[in-house]
């Protein structure tokens, strides 16, 4: 059975620095897309960066590149979400899910299993 259990996020201000973390379980971590999402009081979700199963290529969105990285360790089945330089407008609830299609697609209907769900609030 797959589960996703997030990590991390927060409360910071403009232009720190937050981390978010997903923790996978129930299949082969290190052949899946992983990725993450985000969903904005009052907007629908969004796709914000994604990585493959063997660390790369890698995928974001415009409005997080050069701020947010990605990264995985496939050793302890974990997803990260380095998010540098924030913004208000980036308080999120923010998901990490999986994707095991082998063309990157970020439509959310082919991401069938996701995290909890995490808070991150970034004030002015």
């Known amino acids: 059975q797959v589960h996703l259990v997030q990590s991390g996020g927060g409360l910071v201000q403009a232009g720190d620095s937050l981390r978010v973390s997903c923790a996978a379980s129930?299949?082969?971590?290190?052949?899946?897309?992983m990725g993450w999402f985000r969903q904005a009081p009052g907007k629908v979700r969004e796709f914000v960066a994604a990585?493959?199963?063997?660390?790369?290529?890698?995928y974001y969105a415009d409005s997080v590149k050069g701020r947010f990285t990605i990264s995985r360790d496939n050793a302890k089945n974990t997803v990260n979400l380095q998010m540098n330089s924030l913004k208000p407008e980036d308080t999120a609830v923010y998901y990490c899910a999986t994707q095991f299609i082998r063309t990157f697609e970020p439509r959310q209907g082919t991401w069938p299993y996701w995290g909890q769900g995490t808070q991150v609030t970034v004030s002015s």
């Open positions: 990585i493959s199963g063997g660390g790369g290529p890698t």
């Open positions: 129930g299949f082969a971590f290190n052949t899946v897309r």
